[in-house]
């Protein structure tokens, strides 16, 4: 229930959507006003009357009908304008309801409820020309773009950090990982690589290039280009890729993560003990290395981006490598970090989409899947522990990291039946999988235990060796092994010689089966001089992870440029008008779900995490949400501004408005069509709240 745990921020976006609601509603009343309509009220939120004005009995507390009563002897909506102005009161009460969810403005004869209801008065909604009620109607929308503008414009005046645009990692067997440049000789987007356009358009954060990907046309390649290379040898280059729909969100993706600094993360308190515990993992928690520490040189060259580690890493050929960093506080120390031997991309045969399984291992072989850590707000904590190993799940032996989340994906909402292997002994759970198809606990592969998962469905070495999962490697090249790690040295050391002579090799390996009472299982493992080359070309790896450090932050400013603010708030809003008119589209071809759409209850839990971020990530956020709402606002839908504009529309054309049958009708569909999507969303936002997704 994050949503709840802090109080102040769903304060602060229940004004904020308050804010934007009112400026919608202004927009309305000050275009009614303009175009001569009387307006009997103008609220905000809905429900009972809290606090009201009208000028000439001024500030009450609740509505200002019991006093105009009173001191008149009628209601103000039942006086003429003649005796509105004889007793000195105006036409419109102005108040602030209970709910700060709405509002609306209620012109004389205009009832969206009641179109029978009419008016003959000449100052009421009907008897004014259409061309200004099409004003009138539209006046919301047009306010709430121009407040978006606004506000964008104090974003970029101030300046906010987005993540850089910045390819952290690849994803194995993704869109971009299958990427070709324009002059075909390159494959694939590397880390490091920064993208300056994706299908078209300019990206300047991470979250444009996700959006980008996600609202690409299904099945249609699209352009990325990016400049790679170090500083001064830069280059531009252009891919072509064909974005695919990502198994755990339903949405179309490219496949790459936003790249990492060299300063750790500021954890929550929840999430603090499991960093810690990676840190001590790492080796550098000892020397004081902890949250906010920065990253300075490893190896004694500087770095400024996690993805540097890697190659500095490697030429220490599997030897402790030396770092220093700062500390919060500006002191330098120096610490050892741990390094890990790097395994083998395995590819599986294509799917009918055309997409290939990746999994690390050796020469075919796969290990199983681990858990490395229960969240602390997880379904099954208490249930499931780190450093299991799983061996079934709903009894089938050995999966490998795809067909474990595919598994999952098979049982979503309910729950799925696991053996895993803890302290050495095969234990049963029952685990409770969300709505998303995830247990909510970090997965990775069991690198300890020299068991293997399922056969790849692949041409590979180890087919020939015909393991059914669950064995345990015993020796390679006559080599006891006790995990992944010692194995991979014993079938270097196997190699050795086929390497240094450019020739494949056959390795002896024994297993014992996983069935109790048979015999050893023995068979040998044929190299090519193509697979023994692969082999030793593997190198090391840094115990230091991805998700320890911050995210690469990019400041979008117009540098204290009021009119370049104003040009990017222009163009940060006409481009989140074309991202919503395209999220319409693509939940239409299919390619987005609308399990991704939120309603009120998912838009305070996001608002609440990006009030946490600072001041103007939520000034930015209410933009956005401001630009959500004039497009889903003019609409061509009933009850709606953009079917009462169509509405007007007709009667332009045909002389007569749409008959009060067609338009009562009209919004009893539009009311279910609404109503049942407020249900959908609401149902989703809670349990993403309960489920933390």
């Known amino acids: 229930m994050e949503v709840l745990s802090n109080g102040w921020n769903v304060i602060l976006i229940l004004l904020g959507f308050g804010l934007l609601i009112a400026v919608h509603e202004l927009g309305h009343f000050l275009a009614a006003r303009w175009a001569g309509i009387r307006c009997e009220s103008f609220a905000v939120g809905m429900g009972p009357v809290v606090l009201g004005y009208r000028k000439g009995i001024g500030w009450v507390a609740g509505s200002t009908e019991p006093r105009t009563i009173a001191a008149h002897g009628k209601a103000a909506v039942e006086m003429s304008d003649a005796e509105l102005a004889r007793n000195g009161i105006g036409e419109t009460e102005y108040s602030l309801r209970a709910l700060p969810l709405g509002g609306f403005v209620r012109m004389l004869g205009q009832d969206d409820m009641d179109p029978g209801k009419v008016s003959a008065d000449v100052r009421s909604y009907q008897r004014a020309p259409v061309w200004k009620r099409m004003v009138v109607v539209s006046a919301g929308v047009v306010s709430n773009l121009l407040l978006a503008i606004v506000l964008f414009v104090v974003v970029f005046l101030v300046g906010v950090r987005f993540q850089a645009p910045v390819v952290g990692d690849v994803v194995p067997g993704s869109a971009a990982e299958a990427a070709i440049d324009s002059s075909a000789r390159l494959e694939g987007l590397q880390p490091g690589d920064r993208v300056l356009r994706a299908g078209g358009r300019e990206v300047l954060t991470f979250d444009e290039l996700m959006v980008a990907g996600a609202m690409a046309v299904p099945d249609t390649p699209m352009e990325i280009t990016v400049l790679r290379g170090a500083p001064g040898e830069q280059r531009e280059l252009t891919f072509v890729a064909t974005p695919r729909k990502d ?269 109790p009472g048979h015999p050893e299982l023995a068979g040998t493992l044929p190299l090519t001089a193509d697979d023994v080359r692969a082999l030793h070309a593997l190198g090391w790896r840094s115990a230091l992870e991805l998700p320890l450090f911050e995210p690469l932050w990019v400041t979008l400013t117009a540098g204290g440029d009021p009119l370049r603010a104003v040009e990017m708030g222009f163009r940060q809003t006409r481009t989140m008008v074309a991202m919503t008119y395209l999220t319409l589209d693509r939940i239409v071809r299919g390619s987005v779900g609308v399990e991704q759409l939120r309603g009120p209850v998912g838009i305070v839990h996001l608002g609440t995490r990006v009030a946490d971020r600072g001041a103007m990530y939520l000034v930015c956020f209410l933009a956005m949400i401001s630009v959500n709402l004039a497009v889903l606002n003019f609409l061509p839908l009933p009850i709606v501004d953009g079917g009462l504009f169509l509405y007007l529309v007709y009667e332009r054309i045909t002389g007569r408005a749409p008959s009060p049958g067609f338009q009562n009708g009209a919004a009893l569909v539009g009311l279910c069509l609404l109503g049942g999507l407020f249900l959908f969303t609401f149902y989703n936002d809670v349990v993403r709240l309960f489920t933390g997704g």
């Open 247 to 515: 198994r755990t969100n339903g949405l179309l993706s490219l496949g790459v993560g936003p790249a990492g600094s060299t300063r750790l993360v500021q954890p929550t308190a929840a999430d603090l003990p499991l960093v810690q515990r990676l840190l001590e993992d790492a080796g550098v928690a000892a020397a004081g290395v902890g949250p906010g520490a920065e990253l300075v040189s490893v190896a004694g060259r500087p770095v400024e981006r996690w993805d540097e580690i890697g190659a500095l890493v490697d030429a220490m050929k599997g030897a402790p490598v030396p770092t220093t960093w700062r500390l919060p506080d500006g002191q330098l120390v120096e610490a050892t970090v741990r390094v890990d031997p790097a395994y083998q991309l395995l590819r599986g045969e294509a799917d009918a989409a055309g997409v290939r399984e990746a999994a690390q291992g050796l020469a075919g072989l796969v290990p199983l899947v681990a858990i490395r850590e229960v969240a602390a707000g997880s379904q099954n904590n208490g249930l499931l522990q780190a450093g299991d190993v799983v061996l079934r799940i709903e009894g089938v032996a050995g999966p490998r990291i795809a067909a474990f989340r595919e598994e999952l994906a098979r049982h979503a909402g309910g729950t799925v039946a696991l053996e895993v292997l803890r302290d050495g002994a095969p234990v049963a759970v029952k685990a409770a999988v969300d709505g998303s198809g995830k247990l909510n606990v970090g997965i990775g592969q069991a690198w300890d235990t020299p068991m293997v998962a399922q056969s790849m469905r692949a041409p590979l070495p180890a087919a020939a060796l015909e393991l059914p999962p669950l064995s345990t490697i015993a020796t390679v090249g006559g080599t006891a092994v006790g995990d992944w790690r010692t194995l991979r040295a014993a079938l270097l050391a196997a190699t050795a010689q086929a390497a240094a002579g450019g020739q494949g090799a056959d390795v002896p390996v024994t297993a014992t089966s996983p069935t």
